[in-house]
């Protein structure tokens, strides 16, 4: 991260913060210990990066630049452990087990405890079992799609995932909220809000927040489009977006085939 008004770097602010403060910390309490020992100006989509980035079983932390190789979770870099969505504590391997970044079959990286588990390691990002079944689906479709960008109804560019120094556009920490996935084509940028289920028209508003972020801080005279994935969008969403050109709606289907298998076939 770079650093900001002579500061150190933003990770090593979040780290001394975090060594500072007892027990199981808020983004929003770290953010505030931060800006108490280096003032207002840090930049809060910064912070979040780092945090993200620092914590070793966030399974978005390997879209930053210092975890984009397979690695064990044992440098600086690595200091915080996810007690919940929002939530961290100091990073102990003796209590929470070693993690590390490992490549996947399908050629990408994830974020995985080691053999070695530790003493009490806490795995789950939110504490009901549903609710984290959830939170990984919508990861694992978040990952698959930003692997494989669709192809839009009315746009023959092909798209390709946003990148920046240190990040690349899975989980875009900006001003106004996280992006799903932001990618690029033809100069142009493209910002996907993706939801599990049904989209509601709440949606609209959130992904016209994002856009106006990007138009502002990225997009400059190019144009910013907007696409709402979700597996059912429903008639509200549908009668809102009519009035705004430049988001799309599209709609996912999940399938499952299972087979029977026997030990003597």
Not at 181 to 194: H, K, M, Q, R, S
Request: hydrophobic residues 35%; proline residues 5%; contains cysteine.
């Amino acid at each position: 991260m770079s650093k900001e008004n002579g500061c150190p770097p933003v990770w090593k602010m979040i780290r001394e913060a975090v060594q500072l403060m007892n027990g199981e910390c808020s983004y929003s309490a770290i953010k505030a210990k931060v800006r108490s020992m280096y003032g207002d100006d840090v930049n809060d989509s910064s912070m979040t990066c780092s945090i993200i980035s620092g914590a070793v079983n966030h399974t978005s932390r390997i879209h930053y630049s210092e975890n984009k190789k397979p690695r064990v979770a044992d440098t600086e870099y690595d200091y915080l452990f996810n007690t919940g969505r929002g939530k961290v504590v100091w990073y102990e391997p003796q209590k929470h087990g070693m993690w590390e970044i490992a490549q996947a079959t399908d050629g990408g990286l994830i974020v995985r405890p080691t053999d070695d588990l530790g003493e009490n390691p806490v795995q789950v990002v939110d504490a009901s079992p549903e609710a984290y079944g959830m939170f990984a689906l919508e990861a694992h479709l978040r990952d698959y799609l930003a692997k494989n960008l669709p192809k839009l109804p009315g746009h023959d560019a092909s798209l390709t995932l946003y990148k920046t120094e240190g990040r690349d556009g899975v989980e875009f920490q900006t001003d106004v909220g996280p992006i799903d996935i932001l990618a690029t084509g033809n100069g142009d940028f493209y910002v996907f809000e993706l939801k599990l289920g049904r989209g509601p028209d709440a949606a609209l508003g959130q992904i016209l927040r994002y856009m106006g972020w990007v138009k502002e801080h990225l997009a400059g005279n190019r144009s910013v489009f907007g696409i709402i994935i979700a597996s059912d969008i429903g008639q509200k969403l549908r009668y809102a977006a009519t009035q705004v050109p430049n988001v799309k709606l599209m709609e996912y289907d999940l399938k499952v085939d299972l087979r029977s298998v026997a030990l003597h076939c």
